[in-house]
């Protein structure tokens, strides 16, 4: 009797520990400004690539992005999308079966956006893409205030006002942001602070590749566990109505995760225990008289998308399930990945539900449970 009662307790205790699993140790969150959840899933559109007036070269953009199936133009834009993250992790957010991914702020422009992505609270009151300090508590300087991260959580980014999205004036954040000069001093870091400083014509937004350029060299000198990398270029072409440059950040982009996830996989502090989750801060207008503009007055600029990969994520592939999942889960979901609880100044939506394919581990415990990761209402 005493043993059946001991087993029993056991396994109520594994059951409690378990209900908190730590899937992975590191985790990227990536962003790519304004980019459409129909180009991540239908590839080039059809009714812009042809269009004189959003594209240079219609043929040249046909030849490079065209084909006669969204699956082939898709593959064609995005390869390591489609032929690696299909494979291994997810894709959330193809609108074609129902399987939907949205913004929870009214505004749909992007310091909202991020707002919401970070604190997990779509915050009612508008705050305009301006260098504001954000009185709302972020999952990354909330992942600083923790021991095991402490001065392990950076973000770079090409916009220069995430410095006031993630209030660098309340925490000790490590942000580069813009054309910031890279305070390392190291070769490589000296030659990108050259390159930055000699360009003429500086806008709000650095150039992607600088930003990735930087993002990575202080990844391999420092290896941070959590990273938040924002690339902003495919939204300035959008407003630029250049469609055909549009598609060429975004395959740039795929181009700059598969080098950032190759080199993940060939660190030994990185490989097979780190993350990424890849997304948005918002849509873009869905008509070909509007894909360039987003705002709450256009319709589509709040549908988003979600891509992970990595320990913790089924490799499902592309969902293709009916189901309604928020920007405003992404900062919990960071943290439950990360076996933390995400609390702040302000409410926090919940995270995407993950059900483990491993035995669940905590910090303290190896639970003997088993089951598949999926994601779930």
């Known amino acids: ?28 969150l990536i ?14 559109d059809t009714a812009l ?68 992505m970070l604190t997990g609270y779509p915050d009612p009151k508008l705050i305009p893409n301006t260098p504001r300090f954000n009185e709302n508590i972020n999952i990354l300087e909330y992942l600083n205030t923790q021991p095991e991260y402490s001065g392990k959580v950076v ?20 942000i580069n942001s813009g054309y910031e000069a890279i305070r390392e001093e190291d070769s490589t870091d000296v030659y990108i602070n ?13 150039y992607d590749q600088l ?23 495919t939204d300035e072409f959008a407003h630029q109505g250049k469609y055909d440059q549009y598609l060429e950040q975004a395959n740039n982009v795929d181009k700059m995760i598969a080098e950032l996830w190759y080199y993940v996989q060939t ?26 503009a987003h705002n709450l ?15 913790g994520i089924a490799p499902l592939g592309e969902i293709k399930t009916a189901e309604q999942i928020y920007l405003k889960q992404t900062a919990a979901t960071i943290a439950l990945l990360l076996g933390e609880k995400f609390t702040s100044n302000h409410s926090v939506a919940k995270a995407i539900h993950l059900q483990s394919t491993q035995p669940a581990v905590t910090k303290t415990v190896e639970s003997v449970t088993t089951e598949a990761i999926v994601l779930q209402k």
């Open 49 to 116: 690539i042809h269009n004189l007036k959003f594209v240079k070269d219609t043929a040249l953009m046909q030849d490079l992005y065209g084909a006669s199936t969204p699956e082939l133009r898709r593959q064609k834009l995005m390869p390591f999308f489609w032929n690696v993250i299909a494979k291994k992790g997810q894709l959330i957010g193809n609108r074609n079966y129902e399987n939907k991914v949205n913004v929870s702020n009214f505004y749909k422009i992007s310091y909202p956006g991020y707002n919401e």
């Open 155 to 174: 973000a770079f980014s090409s916009w220069n006002i995430f410095p006031y999205i993630l209030n660098k004036k309340r925490n000790d954040l490590e």
């Open 297 to 311: 007055f256009v319709k589509g600029s709040g549908d988003i998308w979600q891509v992970m990969l990595g320990p």
């Open 194 to 206: 050259q390159v930055q400083a000699d360009i003429k014509q500086k806008t709000h937004c650095r």
């Open 31 to 44: 962003t790519t400004d304004g980019f459409r959840w129909q180009e991540v899933f239908n590839g080039a």
């Open 267 to 292: 660190d030994p502090f990185y490989k097979d225990n780190t993350s990424f989750i890849i997304t948005t801060d918002h849509g873009r207008g869905k008509k070909p008289t509007s894909w360039y």
């Open 211 to 233: 930003t990735f350029l930087s993002a990575k060299e202080y990844i391999e000198t420092n290896h941070p566990r959590v990273v938040m990398l924002g690339l902003g270029e």
């Open 1 to 28: 009797m005493k043993t059946t009662l001991f087993a029993l307790f056991l396994l109520a205790s594994l059951s409690v520990f378990s209900q908190r699993p730590v899937l992975a140790k590191n985790v990227f």
